[in-house]
């Protein structure tokens, strides 16, 4: 007997839901670890992927017993010792939203593939734009001009939005290079910090090396204002012209903050396109608590905001916000005639303003999270983040043999125990071995430190104390 599709869906999904619940209710409860690093082919062998994929039929009641092994490789990342990578611990409603996405398969980049998709993404898109200070989108057909109103677009992931946002400056400083290709003597301003991301799509656009002018920092580096004259002089000597400056809101080894207001007048002064690079600090804009720390950004030509970072939606979303909707909606000058024409339509494409051709409905995905928590929530979700990295620097400070080179803005915490750089990546396997605590580890001003990044509502201070103990125990029995 075939299966019916749908009925076996169902089956398979309500199994799954059963799961899954289990598995977050185990993971919160900080049961069983956080990650269990193992061999990839025998966790191939292990879940027989490959007789599956010759065989086929993993579905309806078999489906339970497979996820359950999937998800004892999983990292866990609802458990209290999650504390590694920027990756967003979701809200459990997202999983709701992948569901649905994914069954409806609504690639909305056109209007008429996913009308309710795109009416998410423009009002996300339009939410974000309001809270960074830039003029909203008008309603599509309302006859307002909205070349000169704020604009944007959601992309899968920061790397892909610095890209473009680097492409829309390019089509604003040099409109010809579309046509004509090369560098055009261009080169951007920025940080020795700057996210790796920055330089490939340096690379990408062919401005290479070169075309990366290095900025000055100061002691902690973050981006030292008086030191920009200095660098512009030394991109124009070396007969290029400025691109954009690229600032960090959050730098991602520390999560340092870049002095925006000052960048800004240095940009004004020169008639520089500012380009901030907030995927995981603009989420601050949500509290009053933190909100201060992009104070500056509305004067930004651009902005990237991610919302698998702090915003508790998986992985991936990201937004690409502009001052001027000119500016992106000439990035991409090409035409594709059989997607691009002159249609009658209710909504708007977004098609034009990114690379990707097929686009998930990550407005959807972004929605649903935030109409869940509400933003004062998710607002009270960051601040605590934040607050919990600070609390954790003060716990490290009473510590004797603990060393954290800066006082933390964001929730990204440096730290080290003793002086030894090797000594740092032995406790941090150590601890991954043990399964309870998941930290990564950074090089920071030429040394080695473990490093926090607080994503989780789930870890809270005593979770912290019983880390720093983890480490004194296996810095004492190391050797
Ligand atoms: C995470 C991050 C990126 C890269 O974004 P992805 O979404 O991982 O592609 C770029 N810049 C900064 C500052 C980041 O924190």
């Not at 995981?280 to 933190?290: P, Q």
């Not at 500016?327 to 059989?338: G, I, M, V």
């Not at 605590?384 to 490290?396: D, G, I, M, N, S």
């Amino acid at each position: 007997m075939t299966p019916d599709p749908v009925s076996d869906f169902a089956l398979a999904a309500k199994a799954a839901v059963a799961e899954l619940d289990a598995y977050l209710r185990s993971a919160i409860a900080g049961e069983g670890p956080v990650v269990r690093l193992r061999p990839l082919r025998e966790i191939a062998e292990g879940l027989d992927l490959e007789r599956w994929i010759r065989r086929g039929g993993l579905g309806g009641a078999v489906y339970r017993d497979f996820l359950a092994s999937y998800l004892e490789t999983t990292t866990r990342l609802p458990h209290p010792g999650y504390m590694a990578h920027q990756v967003a611990v979701p809200l459990p409603q997202a999983g709701l939203a992948g569901l649905v996405d994914a069954v409806t398969n609504n690639p909305m980049a056109i209007y008429e593939m996913g009308q309710g998709a795109s009416a998410m993404e423009f009002t996300v898109l339009n939410w974000m734009l309001q809270k960074l200070g830039f003029a909203t989108m008008p309603w599509p057909g309302e006859g307002v001009p909205a070349a000169e109103r704020g604009g944007g677009v959601l992309t899968h992931g920061g790397s892909l939005a610095n890209l473009t946002a680097l492409l829309a400056a390019r089509a604003r400083v040099a409109p010809e290079l579309w046509r004509s290709g090369g560098h055009g003597g261009l080169a951007i301003l920025v940080s020795p910090n700057a996210h790796y991301a920055i330089g490939r799509a340096a690379g990408i656009m062919g401005l290479g090396l070169d075309g990366m002018e290095t900025v000055a920092v100061d002691a902690r580096g973050v981006i030292d204002p008086a030191g920009l004259e200095a660098a512009l002089e030394r991109l124009r000597g070396r007969g290029r012209r400025p691109l954009c400056l690229v600032a960090n809101a959050c730098s991602t080894a520390v999560g340092l903050y870049d002095p925006l207001p000052e960048l800004a007048d240095f940009c004004e002064r020169h008639g520089i396109w500012l380009h901030v690079d907030a995927a995981h600090g603009a989420s601050a804009l949500l509290s009053r608590d933190t909100r201060h720390l992009l104070d500056g950004v509305e004067r930004a030509d651009s902005v990237v905001w991610d919302t698998h970072k702090m915003l508790q939606t998986p992985a991936l979303c990201a937004a690409l916000l502009v001052r001027r909707a000119a500016d992106l909606d000439r990035t991409f000058q090409q035409e594709a005639s059989y997607l691009i024409h002159d249609k009658h339509q209710p909504g708007i494409d977004f098609l034009h303003r990114t690379l990707e051709c097929t686009k998930a409905g990550l407005g959807l995905k972004v929605f649903t999270v935030l109409a869940a928590a509400g933003e004062a929530a998710m607002g009270e979700h960051v601040a605590a983040c934040y607050r919990l990295a600070h609390r954790a620097w003060e716990l490290v400070g009473e510590r004797a043999g603990f060393e954290a080179p800066v006082q933390p803005q964001a929730n990204i915490l440096c730290f080290r125990h003793g002086e030894d750089d090797a000594l740092q990546l032995r406790i941090r396997d150590r601890l991954l071995a043990e399964g309870r605590f998941h930290l990564s580890s950074t090089v920071y001003r030429g040394a080695r430190y473990l490093r926090c990044v607080f994503m989780s509502p789930n870890t809270d201070e005593s979770i912290v104390e019983a880390m720093l103990d983890a480490i004194e125990a296996a810095a004492a029995s190391d050797g």
